[in-house]
Nanobody, 130 residues
Framework: QVQLVESGGGLVQAGGSLGLSCAAS???????????MGWFRQAPGKEREFVAA????????YHADSVKGRFTISRDNTRKMVYLQMNSLKPEDTAVYYC????????????????????WGQGTQVTVSS
């Protein structure tokens, strides 16, 4: 069974911080260290949007303009984990946050589109109050 499980969401006041985690498990993730990973979010009534991406080694990352300088994506390949540290949170950051994995071959870069990814977690709610 293939799983991506997010955790760490919750309610926080504007200006606060949260750290999200994503744990990968299952046979498909036996080669986790070769996969590109991403974080997306979806607010009510809106499409799922890109937040951040990281390449297989962690040596290359990309963040959406809306979160640049506030959010940081990272990974730990030995633990098969991906993280999203969120600082200086704003009410407009309120959304369900999803972890994603790109397991197909030729995945050496960072990827920004939903269709670039093959597996998704169930999401974790982040609510930022004003």
């Amino acid at each position: 069974q293939v799983q991506l499980v997010e955790s760490g969401g919750g309610l926080v006041q504007a200006g606060g911080s949260l750290g999200l985690s994503c744990a990968a498990s299952g046979r498909a993730f036996s080669a986790f260290s070769t996969y590109a990973m991403g974080w997306f979010r979806q607010a009510p009534g809106k499409e799922r949007e890109f937040v951040a991406a990281i390449n297989w080694s962690g040596g290359s990352t990309y963040h959406a303009d809306s979160v640049k300088g506030r959010f940081t994506i990272s990974r730990d390949n030995t633990r098969k984990m991906v993280y999203l540290q969120m600082n200086s949170l704003k009410p407009e950051d309120t959304a369900v946050y999803y972890c994603s994995a790109r397991t197909r071959s030729n995945s050496a870069g960072v990827y920004l589109q939903r269709w670039d990814y093959d597996y998704w977690g169930q999401g974790t709610q982040v609510t930022v109050s004003s």
